[in-house]
């Protein structure tokens, strides 16, 4: 009786970690796709933080929806990944999975603070949201590392435990591991008044978030399965 009880409450736990992670990365790839549509680079030249935080002034509502969109989406992912860590654990102890698991929940807490930063753009003084949206940067820079550190390793223990498709986690570890680089890259190289500074950064972010989203999918079809 026991081991049933133990049992219906672990599928419980499964269920619900699965759930987290379709609607997170439903809610972050709506997110990802309305920053994606609605922004185009700025023009050599101009300030890149004052154009970017025009652009979120210029569409206010759909910029706040957005934010909404994402704090949501980056809190469920993350409660979705620290179950899956529990799940993992029950296996095999893995403690660098749980080190990888504590960077990137840390993380996605700290994208919560970067993209509020959006609706203190929209309600601030006009002299003040060029700065707020250097601050915004900066911190996405800064917990970005922390990021895609913690991705690139949760996808390589997760290959060694052949949770998912090997050649995709490798894909995703090599991609996450490229865009922790290529953040370190962009902060000693970054010019705000060229935004082709940003392109390389801005393509590496795009292909690791479009991978990221598949693997909440697989991961939460694994763990309903499972």
């Given at each position: ?102 960077l990137f929940v840390i993380s996605s807490i700290g994208f919560v603070i970067s ?34 550190l913690g991705i690139a390793v949760i996808a390589y223990c997760l290959k060694e ?66």
């Amino acid at each position: 009786m026991k081991d049933r009880a133990m049992k219906k409450s672990s599928l419980s736990e499964n269920q619900l970690s699965a759930f987290s992670l379709y609607a997170g990365s439903t809610l972050s790839g709506i997110s990802f796709l309305m920053q994606l549509f609605l922004s185009s680079p700025p023009n050599k030249g101009e300030h890149i933080f004052t154009y970017y935080a025009n652009q979120i002034l210029l569409n206010s509502n759909v910029s706040m929806l957005s934010a909404l969109f994402s704090f949501f989406g980056s809190i469920a992912i993350a409660f979705g990944v620290f179950s899956l860590n529990q799940f993992i654990q029950k296996k095999s102890i893995n403690p660098l999975m749980n080190l990888s698991v504590f960077l990137f929940v840390i993380s996605s807490i700290g994208f919560v603070i970067s993209r509020a930063h959006d609706l203190l753009i929209i309600w601030g003084s006009p002299s003040e949201f060029s700065n707020n949206m250097m601050v915004e940067f900066a911190l996405i820079f800064s917990f970005g590392l922390f990021y895609w550190l913690g991705i690139a390793v949760i996808a390589y223990c997760l290959k060694e435990n052949e949770f998912l498709n090997n050649n995709f986690l490798l894909a995703l570890s090599i991609v996450s591991i490229f865009n922790f680089l290529l953040i370190i890259y962009t902060i000693f190289n970054v010019d705000p008044y060229d935004g082709s500074t940003l392109v390389p950064l801005y393509t590496g972010f795009t292909i690791g978030n479009i991978l990221v989203i598949f693997f909440c999918f697989l991961s939460a079809k694994k763990l309903i399965n499972s």
